[in-house]
């Protein structure tokens, strides 16, 4: 890649102003994370960084830049109370309301740039009411897991790839940028510190979720770009995940609502994204369904089930077998690092299959309600499954649209061949099992 010039993230100048635009996102990128930018898409954000790269020196400009988050100043003060860990299989361990005895927090401002990052307990944040997060959705978050292997490790799943994303997320909604490496490190370090007592050995098979978050701090009521920040990590627990022996059932969304459009923000993980998308899942929930599938405009594409994206097998009318899933190109669909993985290894190792499983296509395209009713009535529809990071990947049963029920099979009885075979091997990855253990995708954390 060509030599840049680079100015630091943080000054409010004119040209953060295109941040708005597919190309402002990218320059914030290539300033915060040039190694990262290989061909200039946004498509791109979530490309890998090898492991061993050195971090790049950035030339800096005579003028004194502020300060970067830098993890290495970390200070930290441990608890002097420490929490219980909840036993497994409690009502408080499924709450979501229990973290860790730790949270790692860091401070922006616009005049002094980021402060030294720290390590403290876990504890209430203070904000004033007049907090531009709380009355403007200026807010970001991430969604990763630390899980704890069959193997007695400590991994995270391709976490750089959940920092890079969260970079481009600030960039949505003007918060701060910062090179996504060192969220990384204070990541990891918060996982090191608290993963020994919170993901004990005798647990193989948990895991413990992590949420960094990014929240303009500003007290003023002003509707202006943030001059302060606040990025927070904390760990929370997760009941471990039951599998489930029906599969989901998915409402499709209605007329009256979309989850995300065309140059709107549901590529990014801004919390404005899922606050408005409650009443249509409390309303699934109510008719006995789990989760919404998004379909958006007149023609009823379809996007993603609630916070998963969401994936069909079906035979083509020309009988080719195809894994589909929404595209990414009109930014309506979040680019989730399952997702990508998915599509990875299937193109990869599904495309080429031998043995029991039929080798597939694989697709990312744009595709309609009305194909998949279709296929489903032609007896092409061979599965179809939701992944996230937070329920995994999870086979869907049924889908409703418009007054009909969409049977939708699952081969394996309790799940998709397909989604059951793909889930098999990322287990394999974050759980360093089935000769997986040494993965590129599991990145190992060392316990203090
Ligand atoms: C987080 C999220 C996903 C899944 O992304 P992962 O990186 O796989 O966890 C999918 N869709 C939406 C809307 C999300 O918020």
């Known amino acids: 890649m060509a030599p840049i010039a680079v100015t630091p993230p943080n000054q409010g100048n004119d040209e953060t102003l295109s941040a708005l635009t597919e190309q402002g996102i990218e320059q914030a990128l290539l300033k915060n994370a040039p ?13 890998s960084i090898p492991h061993q790269q050195q971090e790049s020196k950035l030339p800096q400009p005579i003028d004194a830049p502020l300060p970067e988050l830098d993890a290495s100043k970390l200070q930290c003060t441990y608890t002097t109370s420490p929490r219980p860990v909840p036993a497994v299989g409690s009502a408080e361990m499924a709450s979501q309301r229990v973290c860790s005895d730790h949270m790692i927090q860091a ?3 616009l005049e002094s740039g980021w402060a030294a990052p720290t390590l403290q307990p876990y504890g209430p944040l203070s904000l004033l009411p007049t907090a531009s997060c709380l009355h403007y959705a200026t807010e970001c978050f991430e969604g990763m897991k630390l899980y704890r292997g069959y193997d007695g490790k400590l991994r995270l799943f391709r976490p750089n790839l959940n920092c890079n994303r969260m970079l481009m997320s600030t960039n949505r909604i003007a918060l701060p940028g910062f090179p996504p490496e060192e969220l990384l490190k204070l990541v990891v370090k918060l996982c090191a510190t608290d993963g020994a007592k919170w993901l004990p050995k005798d647990r193989p098979g948990h895991f413990i979720y992590i949420r960094p978050t990014m929240i303009a701090s ?18 929370c627990c997760f ?3 039951a599998p489930s022996a029906t599969g989901i059932k998915l409402l499709a969304s209605q007329d009256d609502m979309c989850r995300a459009w065309p140059g709107g923000f549901g590529y990014a993980k801004v919390g404005a994204n899922y606050g408005p998308s409650l009443v249509a899942q409390g309303e699934a929930r109510r008719q006995g369904y789990h989760q919404i599938l998004w379909l958006f405009g007149d023609e009823c594409t379809v996007t993603e089930a609630g916070a998963s994206n969401f994936f069909v097998v079906w035979r083509t009318k020309g009988g080719r077998l195809q894994l589909v899933t929404a595209g990414l190109e009109e930014k309506i669909v979040l680019d989730g690092v399952t997702r990508r993985s998915i599509l990875e290894l299937a193109r990869t190792k599904l495309a080429t299959m031998e043995g029991d499983l039929e080798a597939l296509e694989v697709v990312e395209r744009k595709f309609t309600i009305d194909e998949l009713v279709e296929a489903a009535d032609e007896g092409r529809l061979v599965e179809a499954f939701a ?7 999870t086979s869907v049963s049924q889908i409703h649209f418009r007054g009909k029920d969409i049977k939708v099979p699952m081969a394996r009885g309790d ?8 889930k098999g091997w990322l287990k394999g990855i974050m759980w360093g099992s089935d000769g997986m253990e040494g993965h590129e995708w599991g990145r190992i954390v060392e316990e203090e």
């Not at 190694?35 to 490309?47: G, I």
């Not at 002003?222 to 760990?235: M, S, T």
């Open 35 to 47: 190694s990262q930018l290989k061909s200039a898409s946004l498509t791109n954000t979530l490309t």
């Open 107 to 109: 401070q922006w401002t």
């Open 218 to 235: 500003d007290p003023a009521l002003g509707v202006e770009r943030p001059k302060e920040a606040l990025l927070f990590i904390i760990l």
């Open 239 to 241: 009941a471990p995940m």
């Open 387 to 393: 992944a996230g990071t937070a329920w995994f990947i």
């Open 415 to 422: 799940a998709g061949a397909y989604a059951a075979t793909l």
